[in-house]
Each structure stands twice: as C-alpha cells, then as structure tokens.
C-alpha cells in the first residue's frame, strides 16, 4: 500500500486508496462487509469512507446502516487506531419526512451539524472522526452558519479535517476564504464524482457534482488539499459489458479515451480498472480515489492498481485525448 497525507501535511495519513462503504449493511451484508473491510486492512488500506445517510434509499433502509456497520467492524476487531474514519451530514432524510435522497435532505443548518456529529459518534462507537465532510451544499443556509458550525465540531474535538462533497467549486472557494478571513479550519479535503472519462458539457448530475476543471484548478492551486474521487470505477461499466455508460458519459470523446484506456491496459498488462485509478493515483493532481466494491475479487483488483505505475508515455497517451 502506498500513503499521503492529507490537509497539507497536517491531517492524518491515509491509504493511496479510500474504501467507500456506501452499500455496507444494505445490499452488502455484514458477512460480505467483514469480509472486504478485514482484506483491505490487512493489504494496508487504512482510510474508509461513509455517510449518516448510507443508504437511506434502499427499501428497509434508514441511512444508519453504513456507520452501524463500520461501528461494529472498529469494535469487534479493535481497528480504530488504525484506521482514518470519514463520515458526512446533510443529506440524511430530514427528521419526519417520508421522501429521502435525492429528493429531500436535512441540508447544512448549526443545528443539523450539531445533531449530525452526535449521531454519527454513537454509531461509529467512537469519540471522533478524522475527516468530516459537507455532504451536499446548501444554498438557504448563510455560509458562515455552516463554515462556523463546522468549526465548532474541530473546536470541540469530534473531528480533525474538514471536507465537502458535491459542492460548486466557487462555493467551496468562498467558504474556504471566510474559513481564513476569521480565523477558522476549513474545507481541504473535497469528495466529486471524477474519473478518466469527461462528462458531456452541460451534463446534468442532480445533487452530485463532477470534478470538472475549475474544481481541479482549485485543488492543484492550494497545497493543503485533496480530491477525493468517487465513482472512478462507474459502477463497472469500464469492464462489464452489461453496464453501459451513464448518458453524461455517452459521447465521441469518451469512446475515443475508451479505445486508448484498453490500449495502454493492453499494454501494461493491467486491467482497465486499474489503469483508471493508477492515473488518478500517480497523477500530479492530488487525488485519493473512493473506491465502492461489493466483492472481495472486485477488492482485489482495486488493489491491484496501487503498485501500478504508468510509464511516462503510456501516461501522456491518455491525456493526450
């Protein structure tokens, strides 16, 4: 396994890769869960990722079940310090509310932070978590309550770093400038949607937000932080030929990037997969991908692309296109 650290030397270590735990308690059992947390701990992997929300939209679910889940894997293995927890507030199904994500969230009020940390502690079973991210931004909250609130959670001791995740990045810069103007932590770490394929000019994501150029020029042009990349796999539908590509993607110019990442996957030996996160992982924009899996053979070939480096030429052929 390789390591960075996060928040510009300052936060803690983390595994090169992210385990995302979004479908852990729902449409992965706990046996399977185990399993697949238990193997990404002993290849190395010491980062996980998940949310007070996961996965609220599942029949049955209620949003606790990825961080019940993680609670009880800390325990039972006695892996908490060893391993870097992230969790999210603000798209949990507002208290009451028969709708759930996407079409209703509790947002970034003071008081949904508040009560959000609180109950993300008592799942996780733990008195703090290492990156607290802004799960989905708010627009009819003040900025300042939010950043505010967030700083309240570091002042407090219940995290350390701070993140967002499918926000604007003129969002995210401005709260990073009223974080500093007031002498406040702020936002470093920030988890997008990112992978090798560009998505359609205009495309539509809803509450989730790509990590198009202006958010990359963002991350590149400040030392302290970090993308978090999820869906680099696209559920699979790199590999799998019953998973066809997400309309945002289907375009000329991903087919042509397509052909050229089997072209180098050829060539490396390596499976398209891991040339995807081998070029997120090496490249000089500071990137941890959050990878979501629900076997452990789909973990293994994760893995797999940790060690992988791509040649300087095979690299500049993918971004050439």
């Not at 870097?84 to 798209?91: P, Y």
């Not at 300042?144 to 967030?150: I, L």
Request: glycine content about 10%.
């Amino acid at each position: 396994m390789r390591y960075r650290t996060l928040a510009g030397g300052q936060g803690p270590e983390v595994s090169a890769l992210c385990l995302g735990l979004l479908p852990f308690g729902t449409t992965v059992d706990e046996t399977t869960a185990f399993a697949i947390l238990d193997r990404f701990a002993e290849a190395g992997g010491t980062y996980v990722d998940t949310a007070n929300n996961y996965a609220a939209w599942v029949p049955g679910g209620t949003g606790d079940e990825s961080e019940l889940l993680l609670g009880r894997w800390l325990h039972r293995r006695g892996a908490r310090d060893r391993t870097v927890v992230a969790t999210k507030v603000g798209a949990r199904p507002p208290v009451g509310s028969t709708a759930v994500w996407p079409n209703a969230w509790e947002g970034l009020s003071a008081k949904v932070i508040e009560a959000g940390i609180e109950g993300s502690l008592r799942r996780l079973g733990t008195d703090h978590v290492d990156v607290y991210y802004a799960h989905v931004e708010d627009r009819d909250v003040p900025m300042a309550e939010t950043v505010q609130a967030f700083a309240d959670v570091v002042r407090g001791g219940s995290t350390r770093v701070l993140g967002c995740s499918n926000h604007a990045a003129w969002r995210v810069g401005a709260a990073r400038q009223y974080a500093a103007d007031h002498g406040l932590p702020g936002y470093t770490c920030v988890q997008q949607r990112y992978t090798y394929l560009w998505p359609v000019p205009g495309g539509e994501w809803g509450a989730q937000w790509y990590a198009r150029d202006d958010m990359q020029d963002l991350v590149a042009s400040n030392d302290d932080m970090t993308l978090m990349a999820y869906g680099p796999l696209m559920s699979g539908a790199y590999t799998r030929t019953d998973k066809e590509l997400l309309a945002q993607y289907d375009h000329a110019l991903s087919h042509r990037r397509l052909e050229v990442l089997r072209e180098v996957a050829a060539e490396s030996g390596a499976t398209p997969n891991q040339v995807v996160l081998a070029w997120q992982m090496g490249g000089a924009l500071p990137v941890v991908p959050v990878v979501g899996v629900s076997s452990l053979a789909q973990l293994e070939e994760a893995l797999g692309a940790v060690e992988l480096d791509l040649d300087p030429e095979l690299r500049a052929r993918l971004d050439a296109v």
